[in-house]
Nanobody
Framework: QVQLVESGGGLVQAGGSLRLSCAVS????????IGWYRQASGKQRELVAA???????DYADFVKGRFTISRDNPKNTLYLQMNSLKPEDTAVYYC????????????????WGQGTQVTVSS
């Protein structure tokens, strides 16, 4: 069973930076597409960024130019570098390590971690 453990969230002022990590076990990580999602209070979970097993990336428009997704295959870990944070980035952030590309859209599959809270103050 795939297990994911997110970390790195916290409280930061607007304009600041955070780096989220997600440690993955139970799957052949290097063959998988990966992604980060977020869920703000009272809203649906939304895709933030995705990366194919070949390194191609996709970003939601609201984070382009500010967030960077990356992976370290030997460490079975994915990252999300978040710069120029805004109050509207406040959410619980989740990783997924079994993403699929379906009809041109990224879809999550399998397990979720517990998430990590990111709070951006104005």
């Amino acid at each position: 069973q795939v297990q994911l453990v997110e970390s790195g969230g916290g409280l930061v002022q607007a304009g600041g930076s955070l780096r989220l990590s997600c440690a993955v076990s139970g799957t052949t990580f290097r063959f998988n597409a990966i992604g980060w999602y977020r869920q703000a209070s009272g809203k649906q979970r939304e895709l933030v960024a995705a990366m194919s097993n070949g390194g191609n990336t996709d970003y939601a428009d609201f984070v382009k130019g500010r967030f960077t997704i990356s992976r370290d295959n030997p460490k079975n870990t994915l990252y999300l570098q978040m710069n120029s944070l805004k109050p509207e980035d406040t959410a619980v952030y989740y990783c997924n390590a079994q993403m699929l590309r379906v009809l041109g859209r990224w879809e999550p599959r399998g397990s979720w971690g517990q998430g990590t809270q990111v709070t951006v103050s104005s």
